[in-house]
């Protein structure tokens, strides 16, 4: 997939876009945990053009937010559009991910959250 | 909503379920269908493919076809996949519990319980040698 990659500070973050489904979240996964291989331990998805995800493409957001939590590192979500934030909502993920409007709002929370923890 | 239906064989192969996809958000787009029922019915049919196509490779007899019947009436949408495969029960699985915290989630049966929330009703039936799944959306006046 080739995840479009951008870094902030100490925080990477990584654009979703288009659909992600049962043929490919396969190249999701593999591209999110290279990045947490490399050390990646603040990471912000923009969902910002993602148009669709099913379970298989769910279960890889699952995996990532268990291995950076267990790192005590960080994991958001921004920009959902309706449907997807529809699917969050659905299977519980609004309550054990963290989910903001927007980049900006994300940034931000992020590194209040980080700096709450030091 | 314009009424309409669609039938079709697929494959049994994850490729063909991101080619559905696409056939069906159209079918859905081209009948008028509310975005959000287009997603909802598009995503359970996958979810119900994807794991007919996953489940059904492991165990034996393996599935050979999968046939998708889709009606549009006034307020309704109505799904009805069918397959040869061994008998499998999708609302008989394991449902995930989504209370749990994150480290105990398990990152199996999400998408039959995505499927079993998102459609107004879900009924499974084995016919002969056939499971067949039918899914209803019923859909406010657009």
């Known amino acids: 997939m080739q995840l479009p990659i951008e870094q902030n500070g100490s925080i990477t973050i990584a654009s979703l876009s288009g659909q992600i489904d049962s043929v490919n979240a396969g190249e999701l996964e593999n591209d999110i945990m290279h990045l947490l291989d490399g050390g990646t331990l603040r990471l912000l998805l923009d969902c910002a053009d993602l148009e669709y995800i099913n379970s298989a493409g769910l279960r890889v957001f699952l995996l990532a937010a268990k291995r950076l939590e267990q790192s005590s590192g960080q994991l958001a979500f921004c920009t959902l559009d309706a449907n997807v934030l529809m699917v969050f909502q659905t299977i519980g993920f609004d309550r054990i991910l963290t989910i903001y409007a927007d980049k900006n709002a994300a940034l931000e929370g992020m590194n209040a959250a980080s700096a709450k923890a030091a | 909503m314009r009424t309409g239906s669609l039938s079709t064989k697929l494959d049994v192969n994850l490729y063909e379920t991101g080619r559905l996809n696409q056939m069906v958000q159209q079918f859905g787009k081209w009948h008028q269908m509310p975005e959000d029922?287009?997603?909802?019915?598009?995503?359970?049919?996958?979810?119900?493919?994807?794991?007919?196509?996953?489940?059904?490779?492991?165990?034996?007899?393996?599935?050979?076809?999968?046939?998708?019947?889709?009606?549009?009436?006034?307020?309704?949408?109505?799904?009805?996949?069918?397959?040869?495969?061994?008998?499998?029960?999708?609302?008989?699985?394991?449902?995930?519990?989504?209370?749990a915290p994150l480290q105990e989630r398990s990152i199996g049966g999400m998408g039959i319980l995505l499927a079993k929330r998102l459609m107004d009703a879900m009924h499974y039936s084995r016919i002969g040698c056939r499971n067949v799944i039918t899914l209803t959306k019923r859909v406010g006046v657009a």
Do not use: C, K, W, Y
């Not at chain 2, 909802?40 to 007919?52: A, F, G, K, R």
């Open chain 2, 37 to 99: 029922a287009v997603f909802q019915i598009s995503l359970s049919i996958d979810e119900l493919v994807s794991n007919i196509v996953m489940h059904g490779s492991l165990s034996q007899p393996q599935a050979h076809e999968i046939i998708l019947r889709l009606t549009i009436s006034n307020r309704e949408i109505h799904a009805e996949i069918e397959d040869d495969g061994r008998a499998f029960n999708p609302l008989e699985a394991p449902e995930p519990d989504i209370d």
